[in-house]
């Protein structure tokens, strides 16, 4: 088909009024909840903003976007900018997220706490920031009670805040649906909670342990006084969603806050965003947290003994091996597609019960049964991570994914010598492989290699252009490409 010189013009015309009505004030929308939040906004985000705001901007009887973005910018469009914005953070949660995490508080830290605390006759401050609905800040109030400490006498605070204040109202209501409990202890909830109808109400000793307050974590100034001086400062999967800079600014702003001593508790990517010069990394229970430096950067500190040997530490990869997940799209009815998007979402035990219940254990095929495997070892089960995985080596030649989830398998038994050497092998195995490129770097960082560790975030780049997406997000999660190259590219260059 071929065009006039004036039809081509229309065309373009038509292109320009495109572009000028919508696309330019939408992206100045999008500029301001940027600078507004510091949220780094992706393209699969953005598509979302977008049908959002044309919502809002027809809701609030806006005959343009550019009125609407003028109103979103004016001093009377605050509110309604806040408004936007508590629509479009990401506010997932759930009671006692990442056991790890809290194996560590509960083993690790809260002692050292305590006798700190006690010796110097100071309170204890404890912080959640971007605590969203607040499920993270009564985890933190539930595992202190569990120590059955004098908590009141003890004086202990537990600050939680949130850009969204939406969150924080449900937050300070502190009534919760199965969902807030998934993948958790049953016995927590029927000890701290008390059922209303088909919800879980948090009993009022606890509730009364944690003030919710709203913080923009991105404002331009010192965070207030009373941020000061605290103990331990969760910040678990917020700065992923930030850009570099801004990520590079709340860490240093949140190191001032914490006291001598004091534990930064990170989600799990998060870890390299912790600069090594001011954060020890402290390795427990298969996880790690960083304590504030009072002197000059030391090597990684051991905290926890190996408790149990690895178990694959006779096979070696020797031929580069087949991948088994491939570019070709899933049905989105399969049991696989459903159980991914669960996993995506981290609601393991869901995910799980979409292969039990759609297909037997033959009718797995290896795609099924990595990720399977992944699923339970999110949920610890061990023993089924390693049938999954005899499973799938005793059908196929060796897939790279198999020696990438060893290699998260043992960095889970906090091996992680071993977890390298299975990460090396699935690099080995798939020069295109994203994921063991990542963890290697990851993984370096914790053994305070960082020339190797650069080396292996340069290579995540690379490979993060060559692997398919589903692979990616198969060993990474829901974090976008977007972040994690602002991840990669902030180590190569530190
Ligand atoms: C995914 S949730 C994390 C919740 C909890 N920390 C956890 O790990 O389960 C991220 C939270 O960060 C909050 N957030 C995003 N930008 C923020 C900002 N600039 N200041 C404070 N909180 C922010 C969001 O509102 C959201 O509630």
Known sequence: MSFSVVQERQILMSIFAIVAKWILPMNDIIALIEKETGLAIDRKWRRRILTLLREKAAEKKFVSIPSYADFLHSSQGHNALLALIDSITVGETYFFRNQKSWKAFDEHILPRVFAQAQGNGRNIKIWSAGCSTGEEAYSIAISL???????????????????????????????????????????VREKFFTRENDQYRIQNNIR???????????????????????????????????????????????????????????????????????????????????????????????????????????????????????????????????????????????????????????????????????????????????????????????????????????????????AVKEGRAAAFADRNFFAPQFYLALFSDRLGKRVQAKKYYANSLRNMEKDTDERIRLFVGAVSNELLRSICERRVQS
Request: glycine letters at 4%; proline letters at 4%; hydrophobic letters at 35%.
């Open 145 to 187: 009670s569990k120590h059955d400490l004098p908590l009141m006498e003890q004086g202990v605070s537990i600050l939680a805040t949130d850009i969204n204040c939406r969150s924080l109202a449900k937050a300070e209501a502190g009534l919760y649906r199965d969902h807030s409990f998934r993948g958790g202890d049953p016995a």
């Open 208 to 418: 009364k342990l944690v003030s919710f307050n709203r913080l923009n974590l991105n404002c331009s100034s010192d965070f207030p006084q009373e941020y000061h001086d605290v103990d331990v400062i969760f910040c678990r999967n917020v700065l992923m969603y930030f850009g570099t800079e801004t990520c590079r600014n709340i860490v240093q702003k949140i190191s001032a806050c914490l006291a001598q001593d004091g534990y930064l508790v990170l989600g799990h990517v998060e870890g390299a965003m912790a600069s090594r010069d001011v954060f020890t990394p402290v390795k427990c229970h298969g996880t790690f947290v960083y304590q504030k430096r009072t002197k000059p950067r030391e090597k990684p500190v051991q905290c926890i003994k190996k408790d149990r040997k690895p178990v694959f530490q006779k096979e070696r990869v020797c031929i580069p091996a087949q991948p088994c997940i491939h570019q070709e799209q899933t049905s989105q009815k399969s049991p696989y597609h459903k159980a991914f998007q669960c996993y995506l979402k981290e609601e393991y035990q869901t995910a799980l019960d979409y292969f039990d219940a759609c297909l037997s254990l033959e009718k797995r095929g290896s795609k099924e049964l990595i990720l399977q495997a992944l699923i339970q070892l999110h949920l610890g089960q061990y023993a089924a991570v390693e049938t999954c995985l005899a499973v799938v080596s005793a059908r196929t030649v060796l897939t790279p994914e198999v020696y990438m989830v060893k290699a998260l398998y043992q960095e889970a038994l906090k091996d992680l010598i071993s």
